[in-house]
């Protein structure tokens, strides 16, 4: 069975400039939560989307958004990046509903923005 | 807020000594995991306790939740190099259905 899959696995943006970081979670999950993990630092929730709709997000500025498809893949768009966005960004994903909370995570997207 | 701190954040044991990470929540959680992530890797699930009090064990590992489900701990015995990593523990807030994590502790062993 494949893992949570994230793309790309680097990316190197300028200030100012838009990202987009993908996810494709564990087949049959339909949640997926997205983390910043500034180096050496832990792990900021950023949203959380189950069955296409967005559940919670955490304390970021709306520049992070994203968007979870039909397929329950989801994409996290962040817009006039800062430098300190740089971080690493990781996908979980789970079976859904409240008491499935184990998660599975993705190799990140490294993001650098210069 | 809702937080929660995880204590120390970083250790440093020689191997063979025994280690043990404490999380603390300032709300009663629905459960409590235990994450690990190795240097340049993602978080991997460990474990999952449910019940007031519950303890289990995998192998040198112990994960005990307390009886009040506020807090946590793991306890490694005898550590080897191959649990160097950062362990976190998170938890889900029953009443607003948000899932959070700790802050982190960073094991180092030193052979």
């Known amino acids: 069975e494949a893992g949570v899959t994230q793309s790309p696995t680097h990316l190197i943006k300028t200030r100012g400039q838009q990202a987009t970081l993908r996810c494709s979670p564990i087949?049959?999950?339909?949640?997926v939560y997205w983390y910043q993990q500034a180096l050496g630092l832990g792990l900021q929730f950023l949203l959380w989307?189950?069955?296409?709709?967005?559940?919670n997000r955490g304390n970021f500025p709306p520049r992070f958004s994203g968007r979870q498809f039909p397929n329950y893949s989801s994409e996290l768009n962040v817009n006039a990046l800062e430098l300190e966005d740089s971080a690493l960004y990781l996908c979980?994903?789970?079976?859904?509903?409240?008491?499935?909370?184990?998660?599975?995570f993705g190799p990140g997207t490294r993001l650098t923005v210069l | 807020g809702q937080q929660v701190m995880q204590i120390p954040q970083y250790q440093h044991v020689q191997e063979g000594e025994d280690f043990t990470t404490y999380c603390n929540s300032s709300t009663t959680l629905s459960n409590i995991q235990w994450y690990k992530q190795r240097p340049g890797g993602h978080p991997v699930f460990l474990i999952q306790?449910?019940?007031?009090?519950e303890v289990k064990k995998q192998k040198r590992l112990t994960f005990q939740f307390g009886e009040a489900k506020k807090n946590s701990s793991l306890h490694i015995t005898a550590t080897q190099t191959t649990d160097v990593g950062t362990y976190f523990c998170a938890g889900r807030e029953p009443n607003f259905n948000k899932f959070y994590f700790g802050s982190g502790t960073k094991l180092n062993v030193k052979p």
């Open positions: 989307y189950d069955e296409g709709e967005e559940r």
């Open positions: 979980a994903s789970t079976l859904g509903g409240p008491l499935a909370d184990t998660q599975y």
């Open positions: 087949s049959g999950h339909t949640s």
């Open positions: 306790l449910v019940k007031s009090g």
